[in-house]
């Protein structure tokens, strides 16, 4: 595991190691204060304000509110050449100084020397061993490995393959996405080799998400067997939930031909807010809580898996 003194100084700061992971119109400031006052790093995607303006006055709100005493909150940019807003973005990132700029979709490359002027730590979100390599060459400070079962974007590769393959080339810090549900997931997490995870499913259907009331019910009521993965709603792979397709007039078995990826489109908002996504471990949202009591429960079953390797330590141990 890594052992950068920076990165090492932010997980002291944290209660369990998990980042509340960005999610396109659903994490806000508020979602982001909560995650960061209950003791994981809170984070949400730059497109989900609607103007610049809103963007700046969203990281005044955060800076204001998480202090050194919280965990710290992650900046989040879609760097794919798509995004017309992005230098716009990142500019404002620059001035607000996050602790840690999450990149997807994209190359760091532009982002590295920037942050590291102000002592940001710079996270590459990656779908593959071939783009965590150019990542780490690019100079990126972390990886966030997107594995399979992720909401959102996923990847498609088994979390136990991508940790052993990354960690041949790479010992910094390495994030796991997809379909950590629980503090016990949260333990394998670190167990196979890994430092955080990073959880989006689980923060969805929060009292301080930006979700529609409709989309937190299609949550409680889903299981995995309403979760369909396909590149053809936006080019890119993603996990969507199958009464939602439905209800936009998309027949899941017959999706129309893949279309190239192109992220401007999704900033027209009207035509994305009624179309929902989860992970594969959606069955395990049952209720709408606040982010408090979800961290809370993971940080209990996180502490809950240590002591039961302990207990089983000390079985062998004395056996
Ligand atoms: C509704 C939704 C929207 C998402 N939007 C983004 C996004 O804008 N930027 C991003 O980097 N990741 C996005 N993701 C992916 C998450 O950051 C994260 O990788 C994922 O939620 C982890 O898997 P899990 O949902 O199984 O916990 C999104 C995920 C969900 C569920």
Redesign the pocket.
Known sequence: MSSSPTFESIKRRLKVPVIQ????L?SGPEMVIAACHSGVIGSF?A?NARTVEDLEQWYCTINQQVTKDHAPWAA?V?VHKSNPRAEQELQLIYKYQPEII?T?LGSPTSVIEEAHKYGGLVFA?VGSPRHAKRAVEAGADGLII?CA?????TGTLSPFAFVEEVRRFFDGPLVV????NTGRNVRAVEVMGADLA?????Y?ATEESMASSEYKEMLVNATSADILVSDRVTGQVASWLVPSLIANGFDPDNLPEKCEFDFSSMLDVKKWKALW?????VSQVTAVRSIEDVTRQIEKEYQNAIEAERSFLHLLQSS
Not at 21 to 24: D, L, R, S
Not at 198 to 202: D, E, R
Not at 277 to 281: E, F, L, N, R, V
Request: proline content about 6%.
């Open positions: 992971a960005p999610m396109f659903v995607p497109s989040n879609i999450i997807a979100d997107l079962g992720a909401g959102g974007y996405s997809g379909s950590i990073y959880m989006g499913t689980q969805l996504s989860a992970g594969h471990g």
